[in-house]
Nanobody, 123 residues
Framework: VQLVESGGGSVHDGGSLRLSCVVS????????MGWFRQAPGKDQEFVAA??????VIVDDVVKGRFFISRGVANTAFLRMNSLTPDDAAVYYC???????????????????WGQGTQVTVSS
């Protein structure tokens, strides 16, 4: 199983970006797909996750600005609005293969990770 993220880039304060994550090598869609981020010098933090039934959890820090969704097959999107410099980080897509357990905010519950995509927000 491999994950490929895309959609990162550089925006100004208040801008928007849409990240995409595509899973390959897994034919069934009963996965949980999540997004985490890590800024330089900071710990990795949970952003949002969605399971195959559409159940969503979102971290309070980004709630109301970031929206996670599933696409066809094993794809997930993270729509990020009203970005601030505090949102700048490398964003990682992750998969929880045991999807029946539902979405989780704990990184240790995810067993496959993408390479990450950089998000830069200038003030």
């Amino acid at each position: 199983v491999q994950l490929v993220e895309s959609g990162g880039g550089s925006v100004h304060d208040g801008g928007s970006l849409r990240l995409s994550c595509v899973v390959s090598g897994r034919s069934d869609s009963s996965l949980v797909m999540g997004w985490f981020r890590q800024a330089p010098g900071k710990d990795q933090e949970f952003v949002a996750a969605i399971d195959w039934r559409g159940e969503v959890i979102v971290d309070d820090v980004v709630k109301g600005r970031f929206f996670i969704s599933r696409g066809v097959a094993n794809t997930a999107f993270l729509r990020m609005n009203s970005l601030t410099p505090d949102d700048a980080a490398v964003y990682y897509c992750a998969v929880r293969s045991l999807g029946f357990l539902g979405p989780s905010s704990h990184s240790e519950d995810y067993d496959v990770w993408g390479q990450g995509t950089q998000v830069t927000v200038s003030s």
